[in-house]
């Protein structure tokens, strides 16, 4: 089912502002473009884009008309699923979101046993810090996101999905440390770790702060953007990172990297779904019974 087209042709209008990259996108003439615009301000008595020479941005009327287009979409996206899910026959759009662990590590295998069971569900991924997932959540990007870290945001709903948890990791070929270590050696210790923003990082930080270490205090030698950045550096270098175990498990089993324990001491996190609050749908709540269910 699709809504009156005009809206959809402004959604992409005012998310590009642009009405040639828009042309562009949805395959019309530039005029074309410009005449459902037209039309829409003329029933609307108002003025839906300032023109700035090259440019246009949004009226603050146009900004009212996309939060409600915006919520239309939304809707009749959700008429979609519910009528798809009469017909028994599980379809739609799901656009997911997850933090880099979660995204390069666990849901690969997810989403290709979900592909073959739902063959008529067009997935897409996008992967990002779990601070960028929940933009674009809330920016209603994406349908359904999967974080870690310890956010709370009001407009969001979490669920508990996944235990992991947070090891100490060096190379394989690392003699120098024992394969135990107490927590207080870890300030000794030269650490690479992920950038601001990662949700790996801050549980790290809640951990260490619950046994008073300061991670001031860490010889943090490197920030990388990405843990694959650090598990290769890991390699050909005498430092150690603090890294999801689901991330390097291949490493451990080619006998690339070793796991260092800390003694009475460990790192765990829960992997959460977030959505809007309000915004669940059938589809979204088929996906993450599937998900949870290919985990046992």
């Keep these: 089912m699709h809504y009156d ?13 642009s009405f040639t990259r828009a042309a562009k996108e949805l395959f019309l003439s530039q005029p074309s473009v410009t005449n459902h615009i037209k039309e829409l301000e003329k029933e609307a008595g108002e003025a839906l884009f300032e023109r700035l020479g090259n440019a246009i941005r949004l009226t603050p009327a146009g900004e009212l008309f996309y939060q409600y287009t915006l919520n239309i979409h939304g809707l009749y996206k959700e008429l979609d699923e519910k009528i798809n899910i009469l017909k028994k026959a599980e379809a739609g759009n799901l656009k997911l979101g997850a933090s880099t662990t979660v995204s390069h590590y666990i849901l690969p295998k997810i989403l290709s046993s979900f592909k073959v069971r739902f063959p008529n569900v067009n997935l897409s991924l996008q992967n990002g810090n779990s601070e960028q997932i929940e933009k674009l959540l809330i920016e209603k990007k ?3 996101g999967i974080i870690e870290g310890n956010s709370n945001l009001p407009q969001i709903k979490y669920e508990d ?35 601001s923003g990662s949700g790996t990082l801050d549980i790290i930080h809640s951990a260490l702060s619950a046994k008073n270490i300061n991670t001031r205090d860490l010889n943090i030698q490197m920030r990388l953007g990405s843990t694959e950045a650090i598990k290769e550096y890991l ?21 690339e ?13 829960i992997f959460k779904f977030i959505a809007l609050v309000g915004q ?17």
């Design 235 to 255: 390699k050909f270098s005498d430092s150690a990172a603090l890294i999801s175990v689901n991330a390097v498990q291949n490493e451990l089993i080619r006998n």
């Design 257 to 269: 990297l070793k796991i260092i324990d800390i003694a009475d001491f460990e790192i765990t996190r």
């Design 161 to 195: 999905f996944l235990r992991d948890e947070i090891v100490l990791v060096v190379s394989a070929r690392n003699m120098a440390l024992k394969s135990e270590i107490t927590l207080n050696e870890l300030p000794n210790i030269p650490l690479i770790i992920r950038e």
């Design 5 to 17: 087209f005009r809206l959809y042709v402004f959604k992409v209008v005012a998310e590009k502002l």
């Design 142 to 144: 994406i349908d359904l």
């Design 280 to 296: 669940q749908s059938e589809l979204i709540n088929s996906f993450k019974k599937f998900a949870r269910r290919s985990l046992r």
